[in-house]
T-cell receptor, first 111, second 115 residues
Framework: TQLLEQSPQFLSIQEGENLTVYCNSS?????LQWYRQEPGEGPVLLVT?????EVKKLKRLTFQFGDARKDSSLHITAAQPGDTGLYLC???????????FGTGTRLKVLA | NAGVTQTPKFRVLKTGQSMTLLCAQD?????MYWYRQDPGMGLRLIHY???????AKGEVPDGYNVSRLKKQNFLLGLESAAPSQTSVYFC??????????????FGAGSRLTVL
């Protein structure tokens, strides 16, 4: 069974701090996605990375796909309360289940 | 601009009762998925469909059945609910961005409690 492990599971920080969330697997993925989920809602796509070593920036969020396409990281600069939520990574494969989701990182940014 | 709509949003069942969750999409996507979300376990795939009239088992299919009679609808059924099926259920439809990358669009979820 393919697994995607995220760390940390929980993170509580002050507004303005920086943070990094990690998504790791022993499996190779054709692409990797990051989603953010707010309470009472479904996950919403933030970014898709498809090339090993790829770095994408979305305002204060920086996403990196590992060279071997087995891991990824999400870095948030100067976190704001609006960044609060559950962050999920999802690896895409050509196998049966297609999308494997990570266990999630619950982020709380305090004002 | 609904995207994916799930009904009902909340439901409480007694053990042994049956029910159906409905997922409707207005994006004309072929692929649809049913996931369950439990604390600390992320999203786990129950069943999925690659097109009208086709369904397949995911990671945790036991105790659930699905049907895709129409392209826009994907139904998830519980024939005899068990407390272990207490969870939040999410439906998703898969589309393709202009970049060529695929993306899942999720519904808002259906919270099911089995007593």
């Amino acid at each position: 069974t393919q697994l995607l492990e995220q760390s940390p599971q929980f993170l509580s920080i002050q507004e303005g701090e920086n943070l990094t969330v990690y998504c790791n697997s022993s499996s190779v993925f054709s692409s990797l996605q990051w989603y953010r989920q707010e309470p009472g809602e479904g996950p919403v796509l933030l970014v898709t990375v498809v090339t090993g070593g790829e770095v994408k920036k979305l305002k204060r969020l920086t996403f990196q796909f590992g060279d071997a396409r087995k891991d990824s990281s999400l870095h948030i600069t100067a976190a704001q309360p609006g960044d609060t939520g559950l962050y999920l990574c999802a690896g895409a494969t050509s196998g049966t289940y297609k999308y494997i989701f990570g266990t999630g990182t619950r982020l709380k940014v305090l004002a | 601009n609904a995207g994916v709509t799930q009904t009902p949003k909340f439901r409480v069942l007694k053990t042994g009762q049956s029910m159906t969750l409905l997922c409707a999409q207005d994006m004309n996507h072929e692929y649809m998925y049913w996931y369950r979300q439990d604390p600390g376990m992320g999203l786990r795939l129950i069943h999925y469909s690659v097109g009208e009239g086709t369904t397949a088992k995911g990671e945790v299919p036991d105790g659930y059945n699905v049907s895709r009679l129409k392209k826009q609808n994907f139904l998830l059924g519980l024939e005899s609910a068990a407390p272990s099926q207490t969870s939040v259920y999410f439906c998703a439809a898969e589309g393709t961005l202009d970049s060529g990358a695929n993306v899942l669009t999720f519904g808002a979820g259906s919270r099911l409690t089995v007593l």
